[in-house]
């Protein structure tokens, strides 16, 4: 398949996004942490995997979408903590008998044998998981110190760690500790949210300054365009004319996934029917499905919308050219308002774009109705 939807995607399915990824090679080599913040489907996942796979880096990857208890977020931490001081599979062995993995492991752990030991012992305690959260990373801090490589640290969706304890302030807890670590590069991604704005940005942000901040752009549309026809090439496949795929890449607004569904239709349009030359015709029908596809999403963000005031009116007179009616300084907090929400990106002064092309057609469309 050229053009693979939904999962994250690396090596030859992944397209575009040349500039960046120099960028955060270096970052990596320099074991500079650093943040990547982009809307929903935007490719962050699949750009960290694919920067790490190119640097050849191991790495501990969490997505705290999938980790709601920080009880799982701790055993996971002390299986990779194991890993680094060569112990695979190591929370089963303490878990069937504790004693046998201790004598089993001390004469020939990699790390220093106490540091070890307080591990094993962290394990066994019965402290609450608040409390082994700060020691597991205190753990990290000192285990990343007798290393001679650094290590690589992936927190996905991290605007939902927050979910992980009613106990603590989790992104507190976390820094406090982890501004000490200095052979540790920690990638922090998150979906566009509110959360992640007040993790990160504001000046009492407990992560403010901590890390490098870097936003993932659109695809770039030559890189893409290129690369796209190429891989159509290399099935034999051609466009009918020059303009035709540039035209679906700005209609896709350079949105990834949606550029992704789009291609993908395409292709396999191509496949079953046998044909070999992509004409208008092809593209406008496969537009339209990927657009069906993905109704019931945009009618989620729609309601998301719907449910502030105003929001859905600033973006309506945007999608639809007219001008906008609030004073300038509400109009100013609503759009700040969809840009944390992931659905608007700031251009340039007093300038924004709607993310999502799927969620601007229904608003064009919802004004076909009206009228
Ligand atoms: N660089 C890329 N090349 C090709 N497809 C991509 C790329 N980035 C994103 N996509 C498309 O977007 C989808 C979502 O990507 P993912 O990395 O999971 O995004 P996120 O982590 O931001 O939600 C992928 O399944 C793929 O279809
Ligand atoms: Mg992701």
């Known amino acids: 398949m050229l053009f693979p939807y939904g999962k994250v995607v690396t090596n030859e399915s992944f397209y575009d996004r040349h500039e960046i990824r120099n960028t955060i090679h270096q970052l990596l080599k320099g074991t500079q942490s650093f943040t990547l913040k982009a809307p929903r489907r935007y490719g962050k996942t699949s750009l960290i995997k694919q920067t790490l796979l190119d640097i050849n880096q191991e790495y501990f990857y969490v997505d705290f979408r999938k980790i709601p208890r920080l009880e799982l977020f701790n055993t996971q931490l002390m299986e ?25 492991h001390r004469s020939t752990v990699k790390v220093d044998v106490t540091l070890f030991e307080a591990s094993v012992e962290l394990f066994a305690s019965d402290k609450n998981e608040e409390d082994k959260l700060i020691m597991i990373l205190e753990l990290l ?10 290590l690589y640290i992936v927190f996905d969706e991290f605007q939902d760690a927050v979910n992980m304890s009613n106990e603590i302030d989790i992104y507190e807890v976390m820094r406090a500790e982890i501004q000490h670590h200095e052979n540790i590069c920690y990638i922090f991604a998150g979906s566009n949210t509110t959360m992640m704005t007040t993790i990160f940005e504001t000046k009492s942000a407990p992560f403010y300054n901590f890390s490098r901040k870097i936003t993932l752009a659109p695809f770039d549309k030559d890189e893409l365009s290129k690369e796209v026809s190429q891989a159509f090439k290399s099935r034999r496949i051609i466009f009918e004319n020059d303009v035709l795929l540039d035209h679906l890449i700005d209609r896709c607004g350079g ?27 092809i593209i406008d029908q496969c537009y339209q ?34 001008k906008q009616v609030l004073d300038s300084s509400s109009l100013q907090q609503k759009r700040k308002y969809l840009v944390d929400m992931g659905h608007l ?27």
């Open 289 to 322: 499905a990927a657009q069906e596809e993905m109704h019931d999403l945009v009618m989620e963000y729609l309601k998301e919308i719907r449910m502030k005031e105003h929001l859905h009116d600033v973006l309506f007179r945007m999608a639809n050219h007219q």
């Open 255 to 281: 949105h990834p996934a949606n550029t992704m569904l789009v291609l993908q239709m395409i292709e396999f349009k191509m496949l079953e029917e046998d044909i070999k030359t992509i004409t208008k015709a």
């Open 141 to 150: 801090g000192k285990l990343s110190k007798e290393l001679h490589h650094p």
């Open 80 to 104: 990779y903590i194991y890993s680094q001081m060569g112990l695979r599979g190591a929370i089963k062995q303490i878990q069937e008998n504790i004693i046998t993995f201790l004598k089993k």
């Open 345 to 371: 990106r700031h251009l340039r002064r007093g300038e924004y774009e709607i993310i999502d092309n799927f969620l601007r057609d229904e608003l064009i469309n919802e004004n076909l109705q009206i009228t």
